[in-house]
């Protein structure tokens, strides 16, 4: 039986107003359109529309990592204290780790993530080579106590994930599921109507793990990145910065009087250049203890991760030691450094013959100093914050700057945990060898929240037709009317046996209240039966996406909308079947 909704009895209660803590627009929408409620700090309830909604979310993660020969399973949030403290992090982590001791005073933790629990189920039972590779994965609810919850299901302290987790002999396995796991989430991306992009995250990241981000753009997002039509991405403390500050020709170096001048920002001013063609100086020590002094566009700042990584370890002087080495702070440069001094630049200054720099004397700086004529560079590193306007390091277009979601990610564990927990294979010879793992998440509920953020406009949510709550709505003008009310059940019936989800509104309210809510809650396609278009045999069809209207032959609608699905093809794409509905 294919049934319809009916509004009259389903318990979505909308709201008129923003509800006050709502700071972004999936946060203001979800609650206003009755899909979810508070219940607690960083904590919802998913209300019947809400729930419809993250059934096929969940649906389409599903068939996608089925499809990748992914196993589903589902283990438990309750997880024993003594697996975290094998693997070592059950000191690791501070309050956010949720946990608690039963009655029989054995610690707990409410799972944040399952990379223990997985292997320590696995590992006496998962015993040869011949059962490897294996990819098992689950959705369930993971708890992570946030500081400071906020922008709605962004950032919950209980949330819904798809955390899979891979077991292979040898690097090329992981390597393989790793690439078919990116670009299943790829794929979800697009079936979820998600503008996304993958992000490599920094392979030299502290602990070097290989992973990726795919980062949902939008404004509310907490992650900064930089992307490029060529289909380059970074994390903007990642991503590589090969800024080339504009030359500025003078025909040798000059030492000029600057008076009071200590900025990037006074000196621009002061020499009237861009701060791009200034030189930035950072005197700091590394951990070995030599002084060490960085040197970068005037317009960029430094990636503490990066130049950490440059010279081992990175700790700006402070004011007594600058005092100590005569190091005039605001006028640093190249030139009449102490000698020990490691004099590190970065790369993309290498382009550049002549700097803009401070004469390590207070109030003087040099125009026109001539690298490798007035100074030398010992070393050339990646050590900025790439920022938007910086050439692309793929194919030097100037980036874009962008915020996103962090809706998924995949990560190359190594052999971190099996070792830690003694999870073992018996190779070809017998050896025993620790696993290699790979773990790879998507973030359900915050996945939802991105689509909203994605799609939404003054009116509500526009809800991608591959996750809509239903993907019709029939709207009846005056209910009750001894002609509307039949003809509109009719029609919703025969659309609904053409497979296609209906809801009808059939509550005794104003016709502006229903278009509101209709709106507001974001089904892609409205029908609206009125006493006087039926008189003329007509319905008024309107897509939500577009907001384009069209009154159609009552009598067609229905093979339209047979049309429509068959021409439309669904399930794969955001964007669904009545796109073109008005064109044939
Ligand atoms: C914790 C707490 C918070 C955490 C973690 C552990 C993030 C933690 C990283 C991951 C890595 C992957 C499998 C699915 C995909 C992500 N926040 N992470 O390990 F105890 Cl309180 O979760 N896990």
């Given amino acids: 039986m294919t049934n319809v909704m009916h509004m009259s009895r389903m318990y979505a209660p909308t709201l008129k107003e923003d509800p006050a803590d709502a700071e972004i627009a999936s946060h203001r929408l979800l609650m206003r359109a009755g899909m979810i409620r508070k219940t607690a700090s960083g904590v919802y309830a998913f209300l019947p529309l809400g729930q419809k909604v993250l059934a096929k979310v969940e649906q389409i993660v599903r068939e996608e990592m089925d499809a990748t020969g992914a196993q589903e399973m589902l283990m438990p949030a309750l997880q024993p204290g003594e697996l975290w403290r094998e693997s070592g992090r059950w000191d690791d982590y501070g309050p956010e780790l949720m946990r608690l001791t039963d009655r029989h005073d054995h610690e707990i933790c ?78 979800i991306c697009e079936r979820l109507g998600l503008d996304y992009r993958p992000v490599e995250a920094d392979s030299g990241q502290i602990g070097g793990s290989v ?34 500050p504009t030359e500025h020709d003078v025909p040798e170096m000059q030492k000029i009087a600057t008076p009071g001048v200590h900025t990037i920002a ?73 000698k020990e001094a490691r004099v590190v630049a970065a790369r993309s200054l290498q382009a550049v013959q002549k700097w803009v720099v401070g004469a390590n004397e207070d109030g003087f700086h040099y125009v026109g100093a001539g690298l490798g004529r007035d100074f030398e560079v010992d070393e050339w590193a990646d050590l900025c914050i790439v920022q938007p306007g910086d050439s692309c390091p ?65 009116y509500g949510i526009i809800w991608p037709f591959s996750v809509a709550p239903a993907h019709v709505c029939v709207i009846p003008l005056t209910v009750g009317d001894e002609e509307v009310q039949p003809a509109a059940e009719k029609l919703a019936a025969d659309i609904a046996r053409l497979g296609l989800e209906v809801v009808i509104d059939d509550r005794s309210e104003r016709a502006g209240v229903k278009f509101a809510d209709a709106d507001l809650i974001g089904w892609p396609l409205q029908i609206v039966v009125g006493k006087r278009g039926l008189a003329e045999g007509k319905v008024e069809v309107k897509l939500r996406r577009t907001g384009e209207k069209k009154d159609i032959a009552f009598s067609t609608i229905t093979e339209l909308l047979a049309f429509a699905k068959r021409s439309g093809g669904i399930t794969k794409s955001g964007t669904g079947y009545f796109d073109g509905l008005f064109e044939r």
Avoid: W
């Fill in 266 to 338: 006074e000196l621009a001013a002061f020499l009237d250049i861009p701060e791009s063609s200034t030189v930035k100086a950072l005197a700091g020590k590394s951990d070995a203890g030599d002084l060490v002094v960085l040197f970068i566009p005037g317009d960029h700042e430094l990636n503490e991760l990066k130049a950490d990584r440059a010279v081992g370890g990175f700790t700006l002087l402070t004011d007594e030691e600058m005092e100590a080495y005569g190091l005039p702070k605001g006028s640093m440069g190249p030139v009449g450094l102490p």
């Fill in 211 to 244: 992973t990726c981000e795919f980062m949902a753009l939008a404004e509310a997002g907490e992650a900064e990145l930089v992307h490029c039509t060529c289909g380059y991405a970074a994390n903007t403390e990642a991503g590589d910065c090969l800024a080339r």
């Fill in 394 to 458: 793929e194919c030097g277009l100037p980036l874009s700057g962008a915020r996103g979601i962090e809706v998924s990610q995949v990560f190359q564990l190594g052999d971190k945990y099996s070792r830690a927990m003694d999870a073992t294979f018996a190779d070809e010879d017998g050896t025993e060898t620790p696993f290699l793992m790979g773990c790879y998440g998507v973030g359900i509920t915050r996945s939802l929240a991105a689509i909203v953020e994605q799609h939404n406009d003054e």
């Fill in 110 to 187: 409410l799972g944040p993530t399952h990379e223990e629990l997985v292997t320590a189920l696995v590992r006496n039972e998962l015993r040869s080579y011949k059962e490897l590779p294996l990819t098992l994965y689950q959705i369930q609810t993971k708890f992570r106590d946030e500081i400071r919850p906020r922008f709605g299901l962004l950032r919950g302290r209980e949330f819904i994930m798809k955390d899979a987790y891979s077991f292979h002999t040898h690097q090329e396995s992981l390597q393989k599921t790793y690439d078919d796991m990116s670009a299943a989430y790829g794929r």
